[in-house]
């Protein structure tokens, strides 16, 4: 009896065969080669220390695929846009620009909402980490060169339903 259990697994796996490559594989990584569809966007204002109040329609990067490929690819952002990085909790944040391709500004942004620190101008493709310096709630990717256009500094509000302080 014990030597027909494989001859009929076996002929199982034969019969379940044309059905089984019907189904896609659950675990198959997406193709990140290329620039990824845009995500669900929120509008961000930054208000300057010297009272001026900036808006920005920001991409929301909120899953860690969507954190993994974030900006990777794409040949320019828009001058209002950019992307948010939400940690969830505040943490240290280290990022990089492997395979992106436009320059970016990099904003920190802790858990008030306050700027504590922005490394501008990165360089595209690298691989240097550029680091938090500190726990933040969320990373802001603008356009290389906003933050010096319209004087973003560190201490800077950012208002965002992420902070809560924005409806």
Do not use: C, Y
Not at 100 to 107: F, K, N
């Amino acid at each position: 009896m014990t030597s027909q259990r494989p001859k009929l697994l076996l002929a199982a796996l034969l019969l379940a065969a044309p059905l089984l490559a019907t189904v896609p594989i659950l675990a198959q990584e997406p193709d990140i080669t290329a620039a990824q569809p845009e995500l669900p966007k929120q509008r961000l204002l930054i208000v300057t220390q010297s009272g001026k109040t900036l808006v920005f329609h920001v991409e929301m990067a909120t899953s860690p695929m969507q954190q993994t490929v974030g900006l990777m690819f794409r040949k320019s952002v828009a001058p209002d846009g950019g992307m948010l990085f939400d940690w969830g909790r505040p943490r240290e944040s280290q990022m990089w620009m492997r395979n992106t391709i436009a320059p970016l500004d990099m904003v920190f942004i802790q858990q008030n909402g306050r700027i504590g620190h922005i490394a501008e101008n990165t360089v595209p493709q690298s691989l240097a980490v550029i680091d938090s310096h500190g726990p933040v709630r969320a990373t802001l990717e603008l356009a290389a060169g906003t933050t010096e256009r319209l004087d973003i500094r560190v201490g800077d509000t950012v208002e965002s339903k992420l902070f809560g302080n924005l409806p």
